[in-house]
């Protein structure tokens, strides 16, 4: 069972920023938000963060918005009006307790269910939607001073679905990959999902995996149980 997630997206200040910025859009923006495995919350580093931020929200703010089925569009709607109301009440709830729109930050005048893609900053530890799956394109971004700190910061959730790490220093990746507890790890890349690898979570995130022998495994032991029941 897969359900649901709160990934961490962390980026250190030795990364590699214009290659953490294209993950931090795929892993972000897959299915305009809309993805289990999107990232959640954006942990980065202090030295780094004024220009992570802004060139994050300069990405975000060139996304063609538009009908899903045009070839140009980059961002559809969401998938129904809860979804766009739901959105909407996490980044007004954020902005209240103090964090700050770089872009976006509100629905569109449009027909249809279309959220702006959002950048926030300075948001705060108590915002809801570093507890909830946002389910949309918004990304809220928190500062961080060091690996512990960055650590408990993406471990502070229930959920442990997928993590990313961007790190030029691959100990300290491998070091942070293994302290956080997450079912996958994105390691300087923003998407998990391989033929290769099994696909599932830890935690609140569910239970058992999928994809490559570790998934065939686990089905061949559900399906001798069932039969000898």
Same mark, same amino acid.
């Given at each position: 069972?897969?359900?649901?997630?709160?990934?961490?997206?962390?980026? =250190?200040?030795?990364?590699?920023? @214009?290659?953490?910025?294209?993950?931090?859009?795929?892993?972000?923006?897959?299915?305009?938000?809309?993805?289990?495995?999107? +990232?959640?919350? =954006?942990?980065?580093?202090?030295?780094?963060?004024?220009?992570?931020?802004?060139?994050?929200?300069?990405?975000?703010?060139?996304?063609?918005?538009?009908?899903?089925?045009?070839?140009?569009?980059?961002?559809?709607?969401?998938?129904?009006? +809860?979804?766009?109301?739901?959105?909407?009440?996490?980044?007004?709830?954020?902005?209240?307790? $103090?964090?700050?729109?770089?872009?976006?930050?509100?629905?569109?005048?449009?027909?249809? =269910? =279309?959220?702006?893609?959002?950048?926030?900053?300075?948001?705060?530890?108590?915002?809801? #939607? #570093?507890? @909830? @799956?946002?389910? $949309? %394109?918004?990304? %809220?971004?928190?500062?961080?001073?060091?690996?512990? /700190?960055?650590?408990?910061?993406?471990?502070?959730?229930?959920?442990?679905?997928?993590?990313?790490?961007?790190?030029?220093?691959?100990?300290?990746?491998?070091?942070?990959?293994? #302290?956080? /507890?997450?079912?996958?790890?994105?390691?300087?890349?923003?998407?998990?999902?391989?033929?290769?690898?099994?696909?599932?979570?830890?935690?609140?995130? &569910?239970? $058992?995996? @999928?994809?490559?022998?570790? &998934?065939?495994?686990?089905?061949?032991?559900?399906?001798?149980?069932?039969?000898?029941?």
């Amino acid at each position: 069972m897969e359900l649901g997630g709160n990934a961490p997206f962390i980026v =250190f200040d030795d990364a590699d920023i @214009e290659a953490a910025l294209d993950g931090a859009m795929l892993a972000k923006m897959r299915n305009g938000g809309e993805a289990c495995t999107a +990232a959640n919350r =954006f942990y980065v580093q202090r030295n780094i963060a004024s220009e992570f931020s802004a060139k994050l929200a300069d990405r975000m703010q060139a996304l063609v918005v538009d009908d899903g089925v045009k070839s140009a569009t980059q961002c559809g709607p969401l998938v129904n009006r +809860a979804s766009l109301a739901k959105v909407a009440s996490l980044v007004d709830d954020a902005v209240t307790k $103090g964090a700050k729109i770089l872009t976006g930050g509100q629905a569109l005048s449009r027909t249809g =269910f =279309f959220y702006a893609p959002t950048v926030l900053t300075d948001v705060p530890p108590t915002a809801d #939607l #570093l507890e @909830e @799956e946002i389910f $949309g %394109p918004v990304a %809220p971004l928190v500062i961080f001073d060091d690996e512990a /700190e960055a650590i408990r910061l993406a471990n502070a959730t229930e959920y442990g679905l997928v993590a990313y790490v961007y790190t030029r220093d691959l100990a300290r990746g491998l070091r942070v990959s293994e #302290l956080l /507890e997450s079912g996958m790890i994105g390691l300087n890349r923003g998407l998990v999902s391989d033929p290769a690898a099994p696909f599932g979570g830890v935690k609140q995130s &569910g239970l $058992g995996r @999928e994809g490559a022998h570790h &998934g065939l495994l686990e089905f061949m032991e559900a399906k001798y149980i069932s039969t000898a029941w």
